[in-house]
């Protein structure tokens, strides 16, 4: 089936850790981003990828990192300069970057301690 | 900047009571609206995509249409499943404008 896998599920950090995110799609999309979703708000944009080693900063991309060495890859990088970091990423894709669907991935619920 | 506001946050309805929810944008050039479906703890589920005004797309019990100023999302007769947030997303006309920008949602809950 295609579609868009997120790991782990549910992630614990400790103050001072980076952490990494997973990010997979078997949908051929050219396009992936990453959200962050907060209780009670709007899901906010962290980075987008259009193509392969190329990615853009979003509204929140402060003390976040991404790569995109892989069309089918896009990791998600929290790092201990976020000062927040306790939140619902969403990972998603589309097949074309200016129009089209964005579909979601499951998500991962990273929580610090 | 742009912006997108649903209404209500919350709306409670009784099975089989139809109703609306809204969700009003303001961006520079409308590329496409999006509405979208999210269960507690999970990512959201894709539903329409309404690129000008006038259009109308429809699946199972849920219609959605669009005007220059708002979307609403009508939903026909819901059953308890039907209980979840949905969520509006606008994406600009401006040239190099990716990103959606999302309201917060209204959480339908559909009691029996």
């Known amino acids: 089936d295609g579609g868009i896998t997120q790991s782990p599920k549910y992630l614990f950090r400790k103050e001072g850790q980076n952490v990494t995110l997973s990010c997979e799609q078997n949908l051929n999309h050219d396009a992936m981003y990453w959200y962050r979703q907060d209780p009670g708000q709007g899901l906010r944009l962290i980075y987008y990828?259009?193509?392969?080693?190329?990615?853009q900063k979003g509204d929140i991309a402060e003390g976040y990192s991404v790569s995109r060495e892989k069309k089918e890859s896009f990791p998600l990088t929290v790092t201990s300069a976020q000062k927040n970091p306790t939140a619902f990423y969403l990972c998603a894709s589309s097949n074309r970057l200016a129009l089209n669907e964005q579909f979601f991935g499951p998500g991962t619920r990273l929580t610090v301690l | 900047e742009d912006q997108v506001t649903q209404s209500p946050e919350a709306l409670r309805l009784q099975e089989g009571e139809s109703s609306s929810l809204n969700c009003s944008y303001t961006v520079s050039g409308l590329r496409g609206l999006f509405w979208y479906r999210q269960d507690p703890g999970k990512g959201p589920e894709f539903l329409f995509t309404?690129?000008?005004a006038g259009e109308e797309k429809e699946k199972e019990r849920l219609k959605a249409t669009l005007t220059k100023k708002e979307s609403f999302l009508h939903i026909t007769a819901p059953k308890p499943e039907d209980s979840a947030t949905y969520l509006c997303a606008v994406q600009a006309g401006r040239a190099g404008s990716y990103q959606l920008t999302f309201g917060k949602g209204t959480k339908l809950s559909v009691i029996p």
């Open positions: 990828s259009q193509i392969v080693n190329d990615f």
């Open positions: 309404l690129y000008s």
